[in-house]
């Protein structure tokens, strides 16, 4: 598959998605970019090793940013915190080289991603600790969410790469 289509494929993928899917895609990135760190690390490819870090960071910080702290209560809270401290370790896989951090991190976000992947089967609606929508879109319901086409576009490019 060439890389337009798979650029074409991934965007597809990301209009048809629920909300809750397309939360548990991001975590199935950010674990990926964290795979591919530890690759990186054990190949000595630095610059690899800091370009999926810098993945791993930016999804992670896309899904901080857009937390509902308003309606998300202690759930949202808790995210955010979690998110807050993945933030401040990503760096030392960076300045230690270290790979046993991105493991840890994997640790951190792979029950978090099985919950949102069972959400997203479950068709069950948004619970109150999910990104709120960017660009004044709203949807509440899992099924047709209405994202705004900047936040397709946020979620496309982090999704790809």
Same mark, same amino acid.
């Given at each position: 598959?060439?890389?337009?289509?798979?650029?074409?494929?991934?965007?597809?993928?990301?209009?048809?998605?629920?909300? +809750?899917?397309?939360? =548990?895609? $991001?975590?199935?990135?950010?674990? #990926?970019? *964290?795979? @591919?760190?530890?690759?990186?690390?054990?190949?000595?490819?630095?610059?690899?090793?800091?370009?999926?870090?810098?993945?791993?960071?930016?999804?992670?910080?896309?899904?901080?940013?857009?937390?509902?702290?308003?309606?998300?209560?202690?759930? +949202?809270?808790?995210? =955010?915190? $979690?998110?807050?401290?993945?933030? #401040?370790? *990503?760096? @030392?896989?960076?300045?230690?080289?270290?790979?046993?951090?991105?493991?840890?991190?994997?640790?951190?976000?792979?029950?978090?991603?099985?919950?949102?992947?069972?959400?997203?089967?479950?068709?069950?609606?948004?619970?109150?600790?999910?990104?709120?929508?960017?660009?004044?879109?709203?949807?509440?319901?899992?099924?047709?969410?209405?994202?705004?086409?900047?936040?397709?576009?946020?979620?496309?490019?982090?999704?790809?790469?």
């Amino acid at each position: 598959m060439t890389r337009n289509a798979a650029s074409i494929y991934q965007n597809q993928q990301v209009m048809m998605a629920s909300p +809750a899917k397309l939360v =548990a895609m $991001l975590f199935d990135r950010a674990i #990926r970019a *964290l795979n @591919d760190v530890i690759r990186c690390i054990e190949n000595g490819d630095i610059e690899g090793r800091h370009k999926n870090n810098k993945k791993t960071f930016d999804i992670i910080n896309h899904l901080d940013i857009t937390l509902d702290m308003e309606r998300g209560g202690e759930v +949202a809270n808790n995210l =955010a915190n $979690l998110y807050g401290f993945i933030l #401040r370790k *990503l760096p @030392d896989i960076d300045f230690k080289n270290d790979k046993e951090v991105a493991q840890q991190i994997i640790g951190l976000l792979t029950p978090i991603r099985d919950s949102w992947n069972q959400l997203a089967a479950q068709n069950t609606p948004m619970p109150g600790g999910a990104p709120r929508q960017m660009n004044g879109a709203t949807s509440n319901r899992v099924s047709n969410p209405k994202l705004s086409n900047g936040a397709q576009d946020s979620i496309a490019i982090l999704l790809t790469g």
